[in-house]
Every structure is written in structure tokens, then in C-alpha cells.
């Protein structure tokens, strides 16, 4: 028999909502405990989602010792701040995207998790999903011969507002580091750390970024094409192209999606995806499974991952600045 996990949740926001649905349907997990600032928002999402305990303090939570681990769900900018604060109680961590501000922090996490030998991942749900995976296998098996070309675009209009959370410097904001992550991370997932980066970019009136449009070579001369957009809807989807077809994630490509393949022929195919749940089920299911065999990290979304994707981020956010 499995162990059965109890969970608690930081940050009981849209994306939470979301993670709950696909958690309730692993056997192996327990809905145990949520904490927000205010004990009433707590209570309503526990009353909600049928969890055993709410917390007006996410210290008191993380001092529960019957609790075992911990999802973040907070704004980018304090993910750093909890996953340290769950990290120094002994909780194992599923931390969202993106990991943390930058590198240092990023750092800091994995050797605090080092330390107290706690699991600890980064929530990036779109490397467990069985169309990504699906994906990078078709990639691999030959079927468009040598990869060359990976188009990915990640766009949608979000209304200029200075005080939303995607429009502030202070929350973490920006294209890239909300929704530019996903087509890095496809681009990495498929290729490993690109050996050259350009960039350009669109500034919002805030300082964060827009519009940005970045380019990846990798060592075996394949190519990324990438945009995220808070100002145009895109069309979200991922295109690998190769000496013999293209491999295409549908709209919209990080999530559970169709995935397809073109020869050069002409003849398109489905290439059929097994799938269950909303998708958040597979991300809980690895730390689950990774709990069970006493890893402190996930060897499918191991830290070094996580380290060479922040590097990249930040670079990408660097040379965004710089083109304004």
C-alpha cells in the first residue's frame, strides 16, 4: 500500500482552484490543509474543496506536523519567501512556475532543500502532461527525421491596468516570466539550454515587458522561434519542424491539447493521447511517486532543470530590458 499524503496549500488563488481538481482524484492524496492571510478566505475555500483545516497563518499551517507537503500557489514574487518559509518546517514543496525572481533565489531554494532534505519541484505542469510528453517522444522516434525548427507562441490581450498583478514590476510581472516560461521550458524540454539567445522586446508603461519575441540555437544547430504577448492573442500552439513533417501541440500547448502530425506530403494524422483528470493530477502524482522513494528532487523536473531554466529566464528578461 501507497502512502496516503496529506497536502496543504499557500495561496488560494484562480491557479489553486485549479491544482485542488486535479489532486482530489490520486488515491494517494489527502486534502488536508489550506492558509491564507485572512482565516475567512481560508474557511471558504476549505468549505469549498472539503479540506479538514483552514489557517489564517501560513505558519501555523507549515507547524502542523501532520502535514506533508506543501503546494505554492502565491504571486511570482513571493515564491522564494514561502518555499523557504515550508522548506525550514520540514514540508516537502511543489512550488509554481516561475521558480523564484532570479537565479540567487532559485539557488538559495535548492540548497535549503539540501539541507533539510526535503523534496522540493517546480509546479511547471506542462512537463508531466501526457501531450507534452507525447510530444518530446514523437520528437525523438524519428517520425519528421532530424528536428530543425520549433515555433511556439504564447499570447493573449490582458488590458493595460498599472495595478495588476502581470503589469507589476514588484509582483513579478512581465510576459516572459508569466506565460514567455512555457515556450522556454518547451524549447529546453525538447533541445536542452540554447547556446545563444537574441531578443526583442515591447515595453509596457511600467517597465515590464509586452511583447517578446526571442531566439534560441541549440548545440545540434535546431532552432526555437518564441513569443509571449500580453497585447495580441497568438495562436498558442507549438510547431516542431523537421526534415520530414511537423509535429504540432494545438492550442493551447502547455495544457492537455490534440497533438498532430503533417508529412511533407501533405497527409496530417492525430496522434492519439491518453488522458485523465485536468492535467494537475500528473505534476502531484511525480512529487507523490518521488515521496515514495525517498527523492529529494523529481529526476523528470530535476533542480538543475530548474536552475538552467531560471539562467535563461533571466537572461531573456535582461536582453528584453535592453532592447526597449
Known amino acids: ?85 515550508s522548506l525550514e518546517a520540514g514540508k516537502a514543496v511543489l512550488c509554481e512556475k516561475p521558480f523564484a525572481s532570479d537565479l540567487s533565489q532559485v539557488l538559495q531554494m535548492v540548497d535549503k532543500a539540501r539541507e533539510k532534505k526535503c523534496f522540493l519541484m517546480e509546479a511547471l505542469w506542462s512537463r ?40 507589476d514590476p514588484e509582483l513579478g510581472g512581465g510576459s516572459v516570466p508569466d506565460i514567455g516560461i512555457y515556450p522556454i521550458f518547451t524549447a529546453m524540454y525538447l533541445f536542452g539550454k540554447p547556446e545563444s539567445i537574441s531578443v526583442t522586446s515591447v515595453p509596457a508603461p511600467t517597465g515590464t515587458d509586452w511583447t517578446t519575441a526571442i531566439v534560441f540555437k541549440h548545440k545540434e544547430k535546431e532552432i526555437s522561434v518564441l513569443t509571449s504577448s500580453f497585447e495580441m492573442v497568438l495562436d498558442n500552439e507549438a510547431r516542431l519542424y523537421g526534415e520530414e513533417g511537423c509535429l504540432k501541440l494545438h492550442s493551447m500547448f502547455h495544457i492537455p491539447t490534440k497533438l498532430s502530425l503533417r508529412k511533407n506530403d501533405g497527409t496530417e494524422t492525430e496522434i492519439p493521447v491518453e488522458m485523465t483528470g485536468n492535467g494537475y493530477n500528473y505534476e ?28 535563461v529566464i533571466d537572461e531573456v528578461v535582461q536582453k528584453a530590458a535592453k532592447s526597449y
Open 284 to 311: 502531484a502524482a511525480e512529487v507523490m511517486d518521488c515521496l515514495d522513494k525517498g527523492l529529494i528532487e523529481s529526476p523528470g523536473m530535476p533542480h538543475a532543470f530548474s536552475i538552467d531554466l531560471i539562467k
Open 128 to 167: 508531466f502532461i501526457p501531450s507534452m510528453t507525447q510530444f518530446k517522444a514523437q520528437a525523438e522516434s524519428g517520425v519528421i527525421r532530424q528536428p530543425l525548427l520549433l515555433q511556439c507562441n504564447f499570447g493573449f490581450v490582458s488590458p493595460f491596468d498599472p495595478f495588476k498583478r502581470v503589469y
Open 1 to 85: 500500500m501507497k502512502k496516503t499524503y496529506k497536502w496543504g496549500i499557500i495561496g488560494l488563488g484562480r491557479i489553486a482552484h485549479s491544482f485542488v481538481e486535479g489532486l482530489k482524484i490520486l488515491p494517494n492524496a489527502t486534502c488536508y490543509a489550506v492558509a491564507a492571510r485572512s482565516l475567512e478566505k481560508a474557511e471558504v475555500f476549505k468549505k469549498e474543496h472539503g479540506f479538514q483545516k483552514a489557517f489564517g497563518s501560513y505558519a501555523e499551517m507549515l507547524a502542523d506536523p501532520d502535514l506533508d507537503v506543501v503546494y505554492i500557489a502565491t504571486t511570482n514574487n513571493l515564491h522564494f519567501e514561502h518555499t523557504m518559509l
